[in-house]
């Protein structure tokens, strides 16, 4: 079951992109959305590592990185697949895609959780607000670093 959000951007793909996917350090959406800061404390309290993996410094994340609680499963160009290594009762992943539309650029999100067991098929339902708000609120935070990069 996944959530989602779509936004049509002013900037180019290029643009997006290098935001979307950028590996320096500093707050990056994908480790430092609010959500994500709260998860990873969550996953600390019930025994996981938390958001423990900083950025590999360089341009563009790529396939086999670990940034924040992510694993990168996929980064080609315009598509970001994220892999959350947190103590769920299944799999976590959020896949970020931008296209061009002429000279802007459609900025699509979701987040999946693909569940495990009895127990991941209560929490796939008992969770769908949750993850509503997460990825509203994660595309809030994308936008605004869209935004910060465009000034």
């Given at each position: 079951?996944?959530?989602?959000?779509?936004?049509?951007?002013?900037?180019?793909?290029?643009?997006?992109?290098?935001?979307?996917?950028?590996?320096?350090?500093?707050?990056?959406?994908?480790?430092?959305?609010?959500?994500?800061?709260?998860?990873?404390?969550?996953?600390?309290?019930?025994g996981?590592?938390?958001?423990?993996?900083?950025?590999?410094?360089?341009?563009?994340l790529?396939?086999?990185?670990?940034?924040?609680?992510?694993?990168?499963?996929?980064?080609?160009?315009?598509?970001?697949?994220?892999?959350?290594?947190?103590?769920?009762?299944?799999?976590?992943?959020?896949?970020?895609?931008?296209?061009?539309?002429?000279?802007?650029?459609?900025?699509?999100?979701?987040?999946?959780?693909?569940p495990?067991?009895?127990?991941?098929?209560?929490?796939?339902?008992?969770?769908?607000?949750?993850?509503?708000?997460?990825?509203?609120?994660?595309?809030?935070?994308?936008?605004?670093?869209?935004?910060?990069?465009?000034?």
């Amino acid at each position: 079951m996944s959530s989602s959000r779509s936004t049509l951007v002013d900037p180019g793909p290029d643009t997006v992109w290098a935001v979307v996917a950028c590996g320096r350090p500093g707050a990056r959406w994908y480790a430092d959305s609010a959500p994500f800061v709260v998860r990873g404390a969550l996953d600390r309290l019930v025994g996981g590592a938390g958001r423990r993996w900083p950025g590999p410094d360089r341009d563009l994340l790529r396939a086999g990185d670990e940034v924040g609680f992510w694993r990168v499963t996929g980064a080609d160009e315009g598509r970001l697949v994220l892999e959350a290594a947190v103590r769920a009762p299944g799999r976590v992943t959020l896949t970020t895609t931008v296209t061009a539309e002429g000279t802007r650029s459609r900025l699509d999100q979701r987040v999946s959780f693909r569940p495990d067991g009895l127990l991941g098929a209560a929490y796939l339902f008992a969770d769908l607000p949750a993850r509503e708000a997460v990825i509203g609120l994660v595309h809030r935070r994308l936008l605004q670093d869209l935004t910060g990069s465009a000034a």
